[in-house]
């Protein structure tokens, strides 16, 4: 259901210069009608604004959690954006950390920044989107060299609702059998198609919307 929330976000994604339409190659190879690139968030009112959406849905998820993760490098300013307003609005103080994409060989060394897991933590992932799941299979051996970890969740701007590597399964699926993560999302494809159709001034993109998902998505 395209809630009130939902549109919000959408049109603060579009407003950021965040969500955009036209020809597009995703990270697995795929021409999409729409791309997602949380590289463009640039200003402390919209981090401001982005944390708050994040820290809302993870907050309303009720999930148990020690930290937050934030896969380097798009994942470490919404990492940090989602612990700061989780803190200023309700109040959960929780501590955050994430990777370096080159192990350190100076001073403390290492390839984490910050909080620096122990046995037995639940760790949250905070990213942008899932496409293939390729992210998430590369940010698991990071989380899984600290310790024995739990990692049941995971919290992004956009579920694609993409096939993973097999055709029958979506990628978010494949993470959840292979990983056992919830993968939690502020809206889905779905969602920013039907905002469009409800928005005259994107009706131009609406075929495309259609036979992307077509070709390419599961949704429920």
């Known amino acids: 259901m395209l809630t009130q929330e939902k549109k919000e976000f959408i049109s603060f994604?579009?407003?950021s210069g965040v969500l955009k339409f036209g020809e597009f190659i995703t990270k697995?190879?795929?021409?999409?009608?729409?791309?997602?690139?949380?590289?463009?968030?640039k200003t402390g009112s919209q981090f401001h604004l982005l944390g708050k959406f994040y820290a809302k849905i993870l907050k309303e998820s009720?999930?148990?959690?020690d930290a937050l993760f934030g896969p380097a490098y798009k994942g470490i300013s919404l990492v940090t954006c989602c612990a700061n307003a989780l803190y200023c609005d309700y109040g959960i103080d929780k501590p955050f950390f994430f990777n370096r994409k080159e192990v350190k060989d100076h001073g403390e060394g290492g390839n984490l920044v910050g909080?620096?897991?122990?046995?037995?933590?639940?760790?949250?992932?905070?990213?942008?989107?899932?496409t293939a799941?390729?992210?998430?299979?590369?940010?698991?051996?990071?989380?899984?060299?600290?310790?024995?970890?739990?990692?049941?969740?995971?919290?992004?701007s956009v579920n694609r609702c993409e096939i993973g590597q097999n055709a029958s399964k979506t990628a978010i699926t494949?993470?959840?059998?292979?990983?056992?993560?919830?993968?939690?999302?502020?809206?889905?494809?779905?969602?920013?198609?039907n905002y469009l159709k409800a928005n005259?001034?994107?009706?131009?993109?609406?075929?495309?919307m259609d036979?992307?998902?077509?070709?390419?998505c599961i949704i429920d």
């Open 133 to 156: 799941g390729t992210a998430v299979r590369e940010s698991m051996p990071i989380l899984q060299s600290c310790g024995r970890i739990k990692c049941e969740d995971m919290f992004i």
């Open 28 to 41: 697995s190879g795929r021409n999409t009608p729409y791309f997602i690139n949380t590289g463009n968030y």
């Open 200 to 208: 005259g001034e994107y009706e131009k993109y609406i075929t495309k």
């Open 211 to 216: 036979g992307y998902i077509d070709k390419y």
């Open 174 to 193: 494949e993470v959840k059998e292979q990983f056992g993560i919830n993968v939690h999302s502020i809206v889905n494809v779905k969602d920013i198609r």
């Open 62 to 65: 009720c999930c148990k959690f």
């Open 115 to 130: 909080y620096m897991p122990h046995d037995g933590d639940r760790i949250v992932i905070i990213e942008d989107v899932i």
């Open 13 to 15: 994604m579009i407003s």
